[in-house]
T-cell receptor, first 116, second 115 residues
Framework: DGGITQSPKYLFRKEGQNVTLSCEQNLNHDAMYWYRQDPGQGLRLIYYSQIVNDFQKGDIAEGYSVSREKKESFPLTVTSAQKNPTAFYLC???????????????FGAGTRLSVL | ELKVEQNPLFLSMQEGKNYTIYCNYSTTSDRLYWYRQDPGKSLESLFVLLSNGAVKQEGRLMASLDTKARLSTLHITAAVHDLSATYFCAVEGPSSGAGSYQLTFGKGTKLSVIP
């Protein structure tokens, strides 16, 4: 089955701790994205990557870091600098984030992060 | 900066009724996407609208795009309970990365269809 797998489904962070959210896709997509969703809000872009070993900051990148060492994988680290990390985190992928393609983004099931 | 506004944000309607959700955006774009999200779940792609005047229909849902008015509508016909969900529109626009186009999402419309 082709798709996007996020893990874990639920994650708890202690004060001062960094945590990493996993996102893996087997759709052979070039572009991958991380969004944050707060209750009653739309999705806000944290980071995105169009190609391996390259990524760009989105609208709310502060307190987060990413890597893109493999095409299939785009992990997100929520660092201790992110003071309000409680949210639902969604990973997505698409063929490519440019004008040549319909950039339908396909989403994973999400990770719900809470602070202990 | 691209801004996307949806209204209403909450919609409670009876089964069998019709209603329209509106999505306005602030800068020129000719690509708009509609997604559905069930509670606690991921987003599912519903429609992709790629040009002015585009209209797409799937079952009881119909989406349209007017790029001159910077407006998309999602029309619900004869609503049924299974349509209860949150609906998001997302507009494609240029981001800071060279040659990169990203989606900006509205806040979503939470639809409750009452039997």
């Amino acid at each position: 089955d082709g798709g996007i797998t996020q893990s874990p489904k639920y994650l708890f962070r202690k004060e001062g701790q960094n945590v990493t959210l996993s996102c893996e896709q087997n759709l052979n997509h070039d572009a991958m994205y991380w969004y944050r969703q707060d209750p009653g809000q739309g999705l806000r872009l944290i980071y995105y990557s169009q190609i391996v070993n390259d990524f760009q900051k989105g609208d709310i990148a502060e307190g987060y870091s990413v890597s893109r060492e493999k095409k299939e994988s785009f992990p997100l680290t929520v660092t201790s600098a992110q003071k309000n990390p409680t949210a639902f985190y969604l990973c997505a992928s698409s063929r490519r984030g440019d004008r040549r393609n319909k950039n339908i983004q396909y989403f994973g099931a999400g990770t719900r992060l809470s602070v202990l | 900066e691209l801004k996307v506004e949806q209204n209403p944000l909450f919609l409670s309607m009876q089964e069998g009724k019709n209603y329209t959700i509106y999505c306005n955006y602030s800068t020129t774009s000719d690509r708009l996407y509609w997604y559905r999200q069930d509670p606690g779940k991921s987003l599912e792609s519903l429609f992709v609208l790629l040009s002015n005047g585009a209209v797409k229909q799937e079952g009881r849902l119909m989406a349209s795009l007017d790029t001159k008015a910077r407006l998309s509508t999602l029309h619900i016909t004869a609503a049924v309970h299974d349509l209860s969900a949150t609906y998001f529109c997302a507009v494609e626009g240029p981001s800071s990365g060279a040659g990169s186009y990203q989606l900006t999402f509205g806040k979503g419309t939470k639809l409750s269809v009452i039997p």
